[in-house]
């Protein structure tokens, strides 16, 4: 049972996402100044809890880095907890339980509770130490926005930003060379950077994993742009997007750790496939990781922001095992639980695919 809070902990977990460092320096500004209260940064995500790895953030650590990328504690998406890589003394390696080791390390750290920032799967685990008893307050990050209990997440406008530059860039030279570009972006699952990208680049096709498509769809938009006097066209698609058998693209797979599994390259199949359908010359770029990279957006620093802020306030208020979100324009809490019960996803009928629609957008549907 935590009396009083004196010291709390920050981790960041799974993929990065630019904010990152705004929510950090969020954290520790608002528990140093304003409730009195010593941080301790855990390096390189649930791997520095497992390996006892930390250091005492000091408002100089967190000074100067509100427009950096990436995040100054490190992260991975690999080390977690309840399934970790233990060597065995025949030499080999099985999954086992380390928690127990992890919240040990808490304790050696002296933190009364711990603000985890992370995607789905690093809050499930936030969760899963949650119901064993850690104080826990999650805040939600990722690129692909996929996370039901937040409007939105950090870090996904940045992205998008970053994807919409990409298509105005690719307007110009495809425009040039009457050619079909495609644009791959990241988004998992979930179609949420494809569709914002597309809509806001002014995509001819978007291709998102929500929305089954025909190639024979793809090729009458290309032909009526055609007859239109449009030489061009720009076809967006998600890595998560599934061809017509309901087949996924990865670039690597990894069985023993299927959530590991890399989607990638469907573009490419999708760009060679149209290339001999509808006899046009395409180009495909898979903008990877350059998505997750580079100076946030001013909305991603203030939101970033924001969700520190309140993370911080509900360690102090000890409304442990919750969540910051996003509804409508305010900055809200939810149980952890919730947040982490399933995926968002574009609804198909939704509003945006309906007004992307209605100004001529393809879905290949
Ligand atoms: O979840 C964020 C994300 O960037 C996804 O969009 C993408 O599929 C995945 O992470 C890539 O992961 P990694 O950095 O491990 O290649």
């Known amino acids: 049972m935590v009396t009083k809070i004196k010291r709390i902990a920050i981790l960041t977990g799974g993929g990065d996402c630019p904010g990152l460092n705004a929510v950090i320096r969020a954290v520790a500004k608002t528990a140093i100044h304003h409730y009195g209260v010593e941080v301790i940064g855990i390096l390189d995500g649930f791997g520095g809890m497992i390996n006892n790895k930390s250091i005492v953030l000091q408002d100089q650590h967190v000074s100067g880095i509100l427009h950096r990328g990436g995040t100054i504690l490190g992260t991975t998406n690999r080390d977690n907890p309840f399934r970790y890589p233990v060597r065995q003394q025949n030499g080999k390696t099985i999954w086992g339980d380390v928690s127990e080791q992890a919240i040990a390390n808490l304790e050696k750290m002296g933190v009364d509770a711990l603000v985890v920032v992370g995607g789905d799967g690093s809050l499930s685990i936030a969760y899963e130490l949650f119901q064993k008893g850690v104080p826990v ?24 930003t970053t994807a919409t530059d990409a298509i105005d860039k690719l307007h110009t030279t495809a425009e040039s060379h009457h050619r079909v570009m495609l644009l791959e972006v990241m988004g998992r699952n979930a179609g949420w950077i494809a569709l914002h990208s597309g809509t806001a680049g002014g995509g001819d096709v978007i291709l998102i994993p929500e929305i089954p498509f025909t190639y024979e769809a793809i090729c009458e938009k290309i032909a009526e742009r055609r007859r239109r006097g449009k030489k061009f066209s720009i076809i967006v698609v998600a890595e998560g997007a599934k061809l017509p058998d309901g087949q996924l693209v990865y670039q690597e797979m990894v069985p023993d750790n299927p959530h590991l599994n890399k ?6 199949v999708i760009g060679s496939i149209i290339q001999q359908q509808c006899q046009v010359q395409t180009r495909v770029t898979v903008l990877g990781h350059l998505q997750r990279g580079g100076t946030p957006t001013a909305f991603d620093r203030i939101l970033g922001t924001r969700f520190g802020v309140k993370a911080a306030k509900l360690i102090m208020e000890k409304q442990f095992g919750s969540m910051t979100c996003l509804k409508g324009n305010e900055i809200l809490s939810v149980p952890l639980g919730d947040a982490v019960k399933e995926q968002k996803l574009v609804k198909p009928d939704s509003e945006l695919v309906q007004a992307a629609k209605a100004v001529g957008i393809s879905f290949g549907d």
């Not at 990722?142 to 940045?158: K, P, V, Y």
């Not at 989607?263 to 490419?268: H, I, K, S």
């Open 137 to 160: 307050v999650g805040i939600p990050k990722t690129i692909d926005n996929d996370l039901s209990a937040t409007d939105l997440t950090f870090g996904f406008d940045t992205a998008l």
């Open 263 to 268: 989607l990638g390259g469907v573009a490419n």
